[in-house]
């Protein structure tokens, strides 16, 4: 019998695994210690978890499908993770947990192909809108089948391409992200040398996957329903509708949320910036080449700058959800990812960013009264704080004490994680 492997050499061959074990002992010990003085009051049960959208997973589970031409319907959620659901035979709060072990198991598979170092992988891990993976919604669905996308793109794995994004078409309304950012990623990728064939065959695999799902989900509704598109004509009365924004922008949650939404639209407005840069890169592909960036990181940049117009667009001002489409997915570990791949920046770059920072702030009527009814040096604190926070990450890579930050980082987002899931337990308005 081979002896047993030291947990020494262990945690070199496999430190991702290691990582998230200790965060989630660590997650646990700070769990009960802010329970136990009463910081925290509430902790999950099959009542308290089973609020807001679980009722319509719930009913779709139970009843299947139903809609009405003059109401909210079942028939805006698409039917994967009901179905689970409802093969599983779980409760919501077990339901919960298998999500949260699901999204754990992608997460480790996805930091330890991307061979991320186990310091970001931890804070990674701490991301405060990822409460959403212990509830009875679709974001830990997702992220499995995302995962499997992105790294089909980084391994080679057509099939694995195929699957993720079939599954993430039957889990919620990808196919208006995804079609888009599949378009922009098979345009750069022919645009490199020898490369035409073979972004063609992937970009084609990756829209039937595409179509496929819409097909499926459109059939399921139409067998149920009598109607194959009531998934589009239902999301009106949820407010999602071609509109102009309103300013200043908002959120129904409040300060709470508010400003993880205004990072998710930093990172939207950063990776639009982006992708009008590689943009006309390529039309100037004659006289420089163009920058050779990996599709897979070419395809996240595309599914941002499709969340960040819809947001823009079809919500009207409101930033409701933005962190939770943005922030809680796959395609932002990778872009976290890749930066840390990038040489260090000069330091008179941070200066423009931080200007163009301040400047989008004031969307939010950062510098006016309007602002959450907030005196403008409450407004004006409130989003110095969050420049800070992000700064910290911007320039993680080239401060000298790296690991105190991040464990500071580390600390904070996880007390906020679990404050943002008591605020849900509670019924406040978190997503």
Same mark, same amino acid.
């Given at each position: 019998m081979p002896p047993l492997p030291a947990p020494a050499s262990f945690a070199k061959r496999y430190p991702i695994p290691v990582v998230v074990?200790?965060?989630?002992?660590?997650?646990?010990a700070l769990g009960s210690v802010l329970y136990c003085f009463g910081i925290i009051r509430y902790l999950p049960t099959n009542e308290n978890i089973a609020r807001w959208d679980v009722y319509w997973y719930n009913l779709i589970r139970e009843q299947g499908y139903s809609y009405s031409?003059?109401?909210?319907?079942?028939?805006a959620f698409?039917?994967?993770?009901?179905?689970l659901w409802r093969l599983t035979g779980l409760n919501a709060f077990h339901m919960g947990l298998l999500n949260f072990s699901l999204f754990i198991a992608a997460f480790t598979w996805l930091a330890q192909q991307l061979r991320l170092p186990g310091r970001w992988a931890l804070l990674l891990l701490s991301t405060p809108p990822l409460l959403f993976m212990v509830i009875p919604y679709t974001?830990?669905?997702?992220?499995?089948?995302?995962? $499997?996308? #992105? =790294? /089909?793109?980084?391994?080679? &794995?057509?099939?694995?391409? !195929? $699957?993720? #994004? =079939? /599954?993430?078409?039957?889990? &919620?309304?990808?196919?208006? !992200?995804f079609t888009p950012a599949v378009l922009f990623t098979t345009l750069l990728w022919a645009a490199q040398p020898g490369?035409?064939?073979?972004?063609?065959?992937?970009?084609g695999a990756g829209l039937l996957a595409i179509t496929s799902s819409v097909g499926t989900v459109a059939f399921i509704q139409w067998y149920q329903v009598g109607e194959p598109f009531a998934f589009v004509a239902t999301h009106k009365f949820w407010g999602q509708k071609l509109q102009w924004p309103q300013f200043p922008f908002a959120s129904p949650s409040g300060i709470n949320m508010?400003?993880?939404?205004?990072?998710?639209?930093?990172?939207?407005?950063a990776a639009i910036a982006?992708?009008?840069?590689?943009?006309?890169?390529?039309?100037q592909q004659r006289q420089r080449p163009l920058p050779a960036l990996p599709p897979v990181v070419t395809f996240a940049l595309g599914y941002c700058v499709s969340i960040a117009l819809f947001i823009l667009l079809y919500q009207g001002g409101s930033v409701w959800n933005f962190s939770r489409y943005l922030l809680a997915t796959p395609f932002f570990v990778v872009l976290v990812w890749y930066l840390g791949t990038l040489p260090a920046w000069p330091w008179p770059r941070y200066l423009y960013l931080l200007l163009a920072t301040l400047g989008l702030w004031q969307v939010f009527g950062a510098y006016t009264l309007e602002f959450d009814?907030?005196?403008?040096?409450?407004a004006l604190w409130y989003f110095a704080l969050l420049t800070g926070y992000l700064f910290a990450y911007l320039t993680l890579r080239q401060l000298r004490w790296q690991r105190e930050v991040i464990m500071v980082l580390y600390v904070f987002n996880l007390v906020i994680q679990l404050h943002l899931l008591e605020c849900f337990l509670q019924d406040y308005v978190v997503q």
């Open positions: 074990a200790g965060h989630l002992v660590l997650l646990a031409a003059t109401s909210m319907s079942s028939t698409f039917p994967l993770f009901p179905y974001e830990a669905l997702f992220f499995v089948f995302a995962t $499997l996308a #992105l =790294l /089909g793109l980084h391994r080679g &794995r057509l099939s694995w391409w !195929m $699957l993720g #994004l =079939l /599954g993430c078409g039957l889990t &919620r309304s990808a196919s208006t !992200m490369q035409v064939r073979r972004a063609l065959q992937w970009g508010l400003w993880l939404d205004a990072l998710a639209l930093w990172v939207g407005c982006t992708c009008l840069w590689l943009a006309g890169r390529w039309l009814n907030f005196g403008r040096g409450q």
